[in-house]
């Protein structure tokens, strides 16, 4: 049994990535302040006997996490618009010391790293589809900066401590993922499309079949999150995503 740390466990896509964990017979830490994340997503998880919920912040409370740490899912960051343009500091601090912190906590346990990053790494792009290899088109001071560089700066952080302390890191650029346990409303493309056809929204996220996070390799079409595969939680087809 490997015991990993999930940062922001408790939203949307990190709920799904503990519950899947946990199905295979992992255990899990989940570390999360709730600031967007929801009781409600992992509350049924405690059953297993193989789940940790550790409350506050990546900086204030990753220090204290104890025990074995197989890897690190960092995934804790204001992800909605509606969240980072209203806590612009908390994304950057998320993604800063945040990053620091969890790749700090890897690098102690010799514990592999994930980053979860965003499509916005490339900001306004020229370049469509983007690949790995566009560098990005980004303004550094505009009101959408706060998440745009949080995430650059955390990406810079992952390959520095892999270049410098050989942690073995991963980083994998989310494009638009929907389905079950996004907030409505939150002010995310498909969010605010299927606040009025939730339901059907559901349905096609049930329905349609794809690897986990589906998103990686690029393009810009909302995917649908289905943890329904056999597929190993944390693998797909991009070549820095780890397969734990
Ligand atoms: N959903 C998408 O389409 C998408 C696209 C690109 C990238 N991402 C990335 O995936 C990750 C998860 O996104 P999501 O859609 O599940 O969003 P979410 O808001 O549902 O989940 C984020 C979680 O992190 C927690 N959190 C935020 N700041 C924290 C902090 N400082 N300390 C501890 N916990 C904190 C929140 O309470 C929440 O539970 C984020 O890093 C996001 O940037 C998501």
């Not at 949080?150 to 390959?159: D, G, N, P």
């Not at 346990?181 to 996220?205: C, E, F, K, Y």
């Amino acid at each position: 049994m490997r015991r990993y740390v999930v940062t922001g466990g408790a939203g949307f896509i990190g709920s799904h990535l503990c519950q899947a964990l946990l199905e295979r017979g992992d255990a899990v830490v989940c570390v999360d302040d709730f600031s967007s994340g929801s009781l409600d997503n992992v509350a049924d998880f405690a059953r297993s006997g193989r789940f940790e919920l550790v409350e506050g912040s990546t900086y204030e409370v990753l220090g204290s996490v104890g025990g074995t740490v197989d890897a690190v899912a960092h995934l804790a960051s204001p992800a909605s618009p509606v969240d980072y343009l209203a806590h612009p500091l908390e994304t950057l601090a998320a993604g800063s010391s945040g990053t620091e912190a969890a790749l700090r906590l890897a690098h102690a346990h010799g514990a592999r790293f994930l980053l979860s990053s965003t499509s916005e790494v490339y900001g306004d792009p020229l370049v469509h589809p983007q690949q790995e290899n566009y560098w990005g088109n980004v303004n550094p001071i505009g009101p959408r900066s706060v998440y745009d560089e949080s995430k650059r700066f955390s990406e810079a952080l992952t390959a520095a401590y892999r270049r410098t302390y050989g942690v073995d890191t991963g980083i994998v650029r989310i494009f638009n993922t929907y389905g079950p346990r996004l907030r409505p409303g939150d002010g995310r493309v498909v969010s605010n499309q299927s606040r009025s056809t939730v339901m059907a929204a559901r349905r096609v996220a049930f329905a349609i079949s794809t690897t986990w996070y589906g998103p990686c390799s690029p393009c810009s079409t909302p995917t649908p999150l289905d943890r329904s595969t056999s597929a190993t939680p944390l693998s797909c087809g991009s070549r820095s995503w780890p397969s734990w």
